[in-house]
Structure formats: C-alpha cells, structure tokens
C-alpha cells in the first residue's frame, strides 16, 4: 500500500498537557489548518518531553505512512526539549531552507522565534517518504511553520515522485 497524501498527524511534545496543568492550544490549531488545506487528520498523539516518547511516536507515524507529521512542542533550550533530536535520527535528508523560511515567518510575528530549534526533512528520497515538521507549542508558532509547509507541500509530492 502506497503513501495517502491526504493524512497528517500531529504530535503534541508536553510534559504539562500530559499532567493536565496546561491545555493545549497547538494542535487545534494544526488540525484547523491541515483540514483547510484538505488532509485527514489523525487524532493528536500527546507524549511526553523527552527523547524516548518523541522517537518512539514519530516511529510509528512513519511505520503507519503518515506523509506528514507535525510535531507540536520539545524545540526550546531546556533540559527535556529533545523533539529536534528524536527527529533527526529519522530523517535521510534535512530541509534546511525550510526550516529557515519558517524562522523568517515566525520572525514577523515574534522575536522568540527565534528560540525554536525545529527542524524539517524527509524521511527518503522516495514516494514513501514522509515529511516531518518541528513546530513549537504556541498556536502562532504552529500557523507560522503550517503556512510555510503548505505552501510548499505540491512541490515536496512532486519532487517524490507521488
């Protein structure tokens, strides 16, 4: 079975939302946004910070085929941020300009943009690739890498052979 291009699932990185001392005003917003531009979206998938929880959830969202995965959470400075790591160690190919587009995007918006440490890539070079975002936690951070992503996302399908 082939890559369904129109399913999308979020990942929620938190410690707080997991122990119900915050909601989560992220992943609404990522829905929201993938809905609007024609995905499914899977229920979000919330995990604790920490490299463990993110690796083994990003694991299954590509074992499952999911072509794009967000992940909403774990990109600051502090000692359980580790979503970029768990990340990269599933990716055959970072897309730095992307990720710099959404540096750029969330610069207008916000100088604590510059804080995240998400990253972007593929998982292959092939139609069965999935692509994975690293968001940050706030609602304007997750519009700010979604706009970029979307835009985009005709010419990642594209250059994938899909």
């Known amino acids: 079975m082939g890559i369904d291009d129109s399913r999308a699932r979020i990942i929620v990185v938190s410690d707080r939302i997991i122990a119900g001392e915050r909601g989560d005003k992220a992943s609404p917003r990522a829905t929201e946004m993938l809905e609007k531009a024609g995905f499914r979206v899977d229920p979000p998938v919330i995990v604790n910070e920490g490299y463990d929880a993110v690796a083994a959830a990003l694991s299954q969202a590509v074992r499952d085929r999911i072509p794009l995965i967000i992940t909403c959470g774990g990109t600051g400075a502090g000692a359980r941020n580790l979503t970029p790591e768990a990340t990269e160690e599933l990716l055959a190919v970072r897309l730095q300009g992307l990720e710099t587009q959404i540096l750029f ?55 994938l052979g899909r």
């Open 105 to 159: 995007e969330g610069l207008k918006n916000s100088p604590q943009a510059g804080l995240s440490r998400g990253i972007v890539g593929l998982t292959s070079r092939g139609p069965d690739a999935s692509l994975v975002v690293n968001a940050p936690s706030s609602s304007g951070g997750v519009h700010d890498s979604l706009a970029v992503i979307l835009s985009v996302w005709p010419n990642i399908q594209e250059k």
